[in-house]
């Protein structure tokens, strides 16, 4: 098991800038792909960005250039900056983890975090 506990959402002004965490525990061996998701109010949970052990990445192109995946070994944490954000990045963020390689498909991630908002104003 893997317990995922994300940190860092908040309220932010368009523009502005936010950093979320991801601390992973328990058997991180099985999480060889640490990767963010959103979702927002009646919507579906998408992809946004992920990373692989090997520090290969992979975005969502409504992100790219904006926000930054990167990860701490010895940690066990992910983190995803944000910057530059618009209303249209309002979600829950949620942290995921799966092993072998990157896909951006939430039913291939065996393990969540509780999720954290994230809310841009206008």
């Known amino acids: 098991q893997v317990l995922l506990v994300e940190s860092g959402g908040g309220l932010v002004q368009a523009g502005g800038s936010l950093r979320l965490s991801c601390a992973a525990s328990?058997?991180?061996?099985?999480?060889?792909?640490m990767g963010w998701f959103r979702q927002a109010p009646g919507k579906e949970r998408v992809f946004v960005a992920a990373?692989?052990?090997?520090?290969?990445?992979s975005y969502a192109d409504s992100v790219k250039g904006r926000f930054t995946i990167s990860k701490d070994n010895a940690k066990n944490t992910v983190s995803l900056q944000m910057n530059s954000l618009s209303p249209e990045d309002t979600a829950v963020y949620y942290c995921?983890?799966?092993?072998?390689?990157?896909?951006?498909?939430?039913?291939?991630?065996?393990?969540w975090g509780q999720g954290t908002q994230v809310t841009v104003s206008s």
């Open positions: 995921a983890a799966k092993n072998f390689g990157i896909t951006i498909t939430a039913s291939d991630y065996n393990y």
């Open positions: 990373i692989s052990w090997s520090d290969r990445t």
């Open positions: 328990g058997r991180t061996a099985s999480s060889s792909v």
